[in-house]
Nanobody, 123 residues
Framework: VQLQASGGGLVQAGGSLRLSCVVS????????MGWFRRAPGKERERVAA????????YYKDSVKGRFTISRTNAKNTTFLQMNGLKPEDTAVYSC?????????????????WGQGTLVTVSS
């Protein structure tokens, strides 16, 4: 299973970016997806997650109301729409997959990880 994240870039504070994560290879029948980020000098943190059906979602408190996670299973793609970006959102963003239909709570529950895409928000 391979995960490829894209869509990062440089944006001014208040701007928007849309990250994409495409899953390919021998994908599980059902899987949840998550977006994580790691800022320089900080621990990795979970930003958002979504179940296979898309009905259940999770957001880190600091991104609620600004970020939206969604997915299209037909294309094995998960998105993270990021609006109202702030300098503190600057980080490398990575996507991850957990087998099964539910969304995963902890990073250790994820089975596959993609390479990151850098998001830089200037003030």
């Amino acid at each position: 299973v391979q995960l490829q994240a894209s869509g990062g870039g440089l944006v001014q504070a208040g701007g928007s970016l849309r990250l994409s994560c495409v899953v390919s290879g021998r994908t599980p029948g059902t899987f949840g997806m998550g977006w994580f980020r790691r800022a320089p000098g900080k621990e990795r943190e979970r930003v958002a997650a979504i179940s296979w059906s898309g009905i259940s979602t999770y957001y880190k408190d600091s991104v609620k109301g600004r970020f939206t996670i969604s997915r299209t299973n037909a294309k094995n793609t998960t998105f993270l729409q990021m609006n109202g970006l702030k300098p503190e959102d600057t980080a490398v963003y990575s996507c991850a997959l957990n087998r099964g239909p539910r969304l995963a709570v902890s990073s250790w529950e994820y089975d596959y990880w993609g390479q990151g895409t850098l998001v830089t928000v200037s003030s």
